[in-house]
């Protein structure tokens, strides 16, 4: 891997006819805007199920899933130096291939990606709820609280709330907050012989599946909780001079987030047996529990678990929503998901309709014979792993696009590992439920339908042209 030293400006040739984004973003605020981003329902949520496939080595998929974002950061890394645009993946596949249904299935399938995080993230605040309740909540009540979480999502979308980088760094702090203390009260645990260390490095997996499987199997679903540093290159238009700081600020709150999943899963296994991790909905609280029995800690740690998670569910509609909205706008969606409230100026109908994609969603994974939590965060780590491939794919096709300013480079074998793993963690091969191949393609039949039925009904207008960098 090689970096060039990018010239000391804040706008490049290549940017300054497009940027009209107040840069308020420096490398502080970028920092914790990516590990904010990364934190969250992943490791909130899946730590007990990581634990079931691979017994107590579960620090070792949250490595292995470190491993594949990195190679996928790297060439988000070249791209957003190169292209430092708030548009992501779909300017990247659009520059590339210059295929407007390639673009919109890549579109779509983020904004799948953010319904399914969203939906994950209701789950594990409604399970956090009751706990801090303490009423003994079962799978129906689960799936009518995170129901009625998602209501109250919608409402506050309606209402056009928007979240500040003021208020990204607090529930940042508060993640922190809950994962720190999983840490240190862990480890003062292990200190006073209070936990049994030899599970850490104990493989039990299940009967059905070789080491190698399991260890796939559980890196598919360890890997929800490490996406959410592509949403950084979003903010490329936001920050002082990106081609700079991006890299070792990326690189940087990856090793962090993955330090804070290896020590988090350490303590979960030395304090708890695996079987109990794996049959609880909320395994950081249960950890903190064995860790600290005589201290009110176990209130305050559900309360944590439900910030960290609610912002997350919050940030992931708006998203989808306003993305619905913009492919709406640009004739690629039907025309009704481009209304607009006149008083709130919020996408009224872009908001009902994603809202009722998550409700079908969530109560989709209730009524199958699966984990809903699992089947979500594995199906939202599908969406993106599918996306990754593309973007590691577009790094090699855009080498032939020279650009006038320096910019971030890596090693070719990078993207083509990157590609090769995340292809790799797509397919069956790594042991995912059949359920969230069922849900990934549902709503990306969904997408394709909407599409075609917009093509009919607009083809004697203009031909449909989807413009990433013009998404809102």
Known sequence: MATKDTQNTQTTP????????KRVMGPKLLLLFIVGDILGTGVYALTGQVAAEVGGAAWLPFLVAFGVALLTALSYLELVTKYPRAAGAALYVHKAFGLHFLTFIVCFTVMCSGLTSAATAS??????LFVAMGFEADKRWITLGALGFMLLIMVVNLRGATESVRANVILTLIELSGLLMVIILGFYAISGGQADFSRVVAFDTPEDKSVF??????TALAFFAMVGFEDSVNMAEETHDPSRIFPKVMLTGLGITALIYVLVSICAVALVPVGELAKSSTPLVLVVKRAAPNLPVEYIMPIISMFAVANSALINMMMASRLLYGMSRQGVLPAFLAHVHRKNQTPWTAILFTTALAFGLIILVALADSQAIRALGGTTALLLLGVFAFVNI????????QVKHRHFTISRVVPWLGAAAC???VTPLTGRDVIQYQVAGWLLLLGVVMWFVTWFARRRESRMELDPSSLE
């Open 14 to 21: 290549d940017t300054k006819d497009h940027t009209q984004l």
């Open 123 to 128: 789950q594990a605040f409604a399970a956090n």
């Open 213 to 218: 499987l399991a260890v796939t199997s559980a």
């Open 394 to 401: 577009a790094v090699l096709v855009l080498r032939r696009d």
């Open 423 to 425: 292809l790799f963690l």
